[in-house]
């Protein structure tokens, strides 16, 4: 998947969860579209992967599961 320059990832390491959607709630309420923001945290699996690859599986997490939810709200 070639990166573009739009998509924009959060990763977090180290915080506990409720931490995690406290920044989630601060970042979205802070930008423009804030669907548009994908957010992971670190498990510790990636944190042996490139940087590169981390953002490119969550982009693709994150477009897979806005497919599903457009399908849902159309009913389908």
Known sequence: ??????ERVVIMHGFEKEKVFEIMR???????????IAFS??????????LK???S??????TYFK???R???EGK
């Open 1 to 6: 998947m070639e990166q573009e320059n739009n």
């Open 26 to 36: 601060a970042v979205k309420a802070s930008v423009d579209n804030p669907s548009e």
């Open 71 to 73: 399908l849902k709200k």
């Open 41 to 50: 945290v670190s498990t510790p699996t990636n944190l042996e992967w490139k």
């Open 57 to 62: 599986d969550v982009r693709e997490d994150h």
């Open 67 to 69: 497919e599903q939810e």
């Open 53 to 55: 690859d981390i953002i």
